[in-house]
């Protein structure tokens, strides 16, 4: 079956750090890979996306690369802000599977001024 | 355009209680989605619709969690009975289907507790 496994949080980070959350896949065939950002009190929101091997998905100065070799979609932004403080979900859809999206268990971002 | 919108956006009821979720999906999105988020988890997908059918609620316990979506637009999931571990976020998803993959609008879900 699908799975998708993530880095357990939460993260802590000094503002302007550098940021990177773990994501590792289990899928058939050729999944899409997405990362989906949780503010608090808010719904899901897609951050960035990639549908195959080597493309780089990237938004707001967050990127993320498909690598099929390792199965893994590692989640990096250079430069933190506060307003990055969010839970992060990593997340795949399996084209062999309909437009079910399977989630990781999500991250904790905590950015501290 | 207005997003998915979901209500209410928090319930607290006692085991054994019935209770319901309501959802409006964006305008035209001919897909739906229920999704069960348990505290510090990702969700899962509960029942997908298609229109009005439900073509996937293999993860729905048919027991006591029912669901609909009569017209085609909004849907209602209830519990009935509820049970303690039954407290999550409920979140609803809707898509369109153009594209290789339809990106899932999330609303901003209900948060049952079960007491």
């Known amino acids: 079956g699908n799975s998708v496994t993530q880095m357990e949080g939460p993260v802590t980070l000094s503002e302007e ?5 773990n994501c ?10 997405f990362w ?5 009190g808010e719904g899901l929101q897609l951050l960035l996306k990639a549908t195959k ?3 780089k998905g990237s938004n707001k100065g967050f990127e993320a690369t498909y690598r099929k070799e390792t199965t893994s979609f590692h989640l990096e932004k250079g430069s933190v802000q506060v307003s990055d403080s969010a839970v992060y979900f990593c997340a795949l859809i399996n084209n062999n599977a309909g ?4 989630f990781g268990g999500g991250t904790r971002l905590m950015v501290k001024p | 355009e207005a997003g998915v919108v979901q209500s209410p956006r928090y319930k607290i009821i006692e085991k054994k209680q019935p209770v319901a979720f309501w959802c409006n999906p964006i305008s035209g999105h001919n897909t739906l989605y229920w999704y069960r988020q348990n505290l510090g988890q990702g969700p899962e997908l509960l029942i997908r619709y298609e229109n009005e059918e439900a073509v996937d609620d293999s993860q729905l316990p048919k027991d006591r969690f029912s669901a609909e979506r009569l017209k085609g637009v909004d849907s209602t999931l209830k519990i009935q009975p509820a049970e303690l571990g039954d407290s999550a976020v409920y979140l609803c998803a809707s898509s369109s289907p ?3 993959y339809n990106e899932q609008f999330f609303g901003p879900g209900t948060r049952l507790t079960v007491l």
């Open chain 1, 17 to 21: 750090a550098f940021l990177t959350i």
């Open chain 1, 53 to 55: 091997a080597d493309d």
């Open chain 1, 99 to 102: 437009n079910m999206l399977t």
């Open chain 1, 24 to 33: 590792t896949y289990t899928a058939t065939g050729y999944p899409s890979l």
């Open chain 1, 36 to 40: 989906y950002v949780q503010y608090p």
């Open chain 2, 98 to 100: 153009s594209g290789l």
